[in-house]
């Protein structure tokens, strides 16, 4: 019944753009052509997991191996890197934020890349994998992703009708449950 | 507000506020440790060497499917002390709804007064005011000595009217009813 209700809207994904508060419509065409880019590089770069979420820390997509990992605390923390780099930053330069960040493990490593300041992609890989190649593939995924993003910018804006009231009601009967009250 | 059509989740970011040693964390730590683990993630605390928040800590709420969607909370603390304005700047952004954790103490108002102008200005920079945000006050370190009473409280700090609640973070008074007041405030906001 809920599927058949939304069979419009689950078409459609969206998110926050920050640089001007608005919302944007990320469609399932996008979001797809997102997933793709992720698996591709998943693929050729023999990465254990690739991730692409917004600088709020909201996963989006994601391809390879998660695991045990929890995805959204993972982008969160990964969101928060980029603000603490942010900040030193922009006390050394002219910067906003950095690039790229990279943390070289025991076992595995990881990778970040800010695309266009409103996301990042993050790539996890193992030993066996050469940080030249990461970063040369990312790069790749990057120029695409980002090109994509700057097409939404283009798309119109949906305003979306997730939290009807039955929905509300039901939540807070379940934070009552939760929440104990 | 992240709404993902594809999964059929909606995400929420609620923010813990307030001067530094106020409790934020300690609120964070009563419910990651009393709630459901079915319902909540793990407790991410970025902190220094003196157990002090440095960048932000962070806990997920994830309640089930109803009617087919699934709510989550993000639920951040931001570093209470001042060098770290421009972190709080980043983690303020786009959250939807704010719980202002005070301390009671007589000798920290002033800090208290400082930590919410420091919030009305980061949320001026997104076009917000706490006038017309949700967010909701809580009265903390209320088993404490020297502390100042409630209506000295209300008249100095919640001169907005938001909706308050007293409690001890470290024993876990009043923690629950702060978080489930935010969010039932935030819902009817939306």
Known sequence: MANKDHSIEVRHMETTQRSNGKKLVLSETTFESVARILSDLVKSSRARLCIFADMNGYPISSAGEEGKIDLSALTAVAAGTFSATAEMARMTSDEQRFQYIYHEGRSENIYLCNVSDDYLLIVLFDKSVALGLIRILTQRAFEKTRDLLQQLKTESEQVTRFLDVEFRNMLSDELDRSLGT | ?190
């Open chain 2, 1 to 190: 507000m992240h709404v993902d059509w594809l999964r059929q989740e909606i995400i929420f970011k609620i923010v813990y506020y307030g001067p530094g040693l106020g409790g934020k964390t300690t609120n964070l730590k009563h419910l990651h440790a009393h709630l459901d683990p079915a319902v909540r993630s793990e407790l991410i605390v970025l902190k220094t060497s003196d157990e002090r928040t440095l960048y932000f800590d962070f806990l997920q709420l994830e309640l089930g499917r109803l009617k087919g969607k699934k709510p989550r909370f993000h639920i951040y603390t931001v570093p209470g002390q001042a060098r770290y304005a421009y972190g709080r700047s980043i983690i303020i952004r786009d959250s939807d709804a704010v719980v202002f954790v005070a301390d009671s103490q007589r000798a920290r108002m002033d800090d208290n007064l400082s930590s919410m102008l420091d919030l009305e200005i980061k949320l001026n920079r997104q076009q917000r005011t706490l006038g017309e945000f949700p967010w909701v006050m809580q009265y903390n370190k209320r088993d404490l000595p020297n502390i100042e009473n409630l209506s000295t409280l209300q008249r100095r700090l919640n001169f907005l009217n938001a909706p308050w609640y007293e409690a001890v973070a470290t024993s876990g008074l009043g923690v629950f009813e702060t978080l489930r007041g935010a969010i039932q405030l935030l819902i009817s906001k939306i």
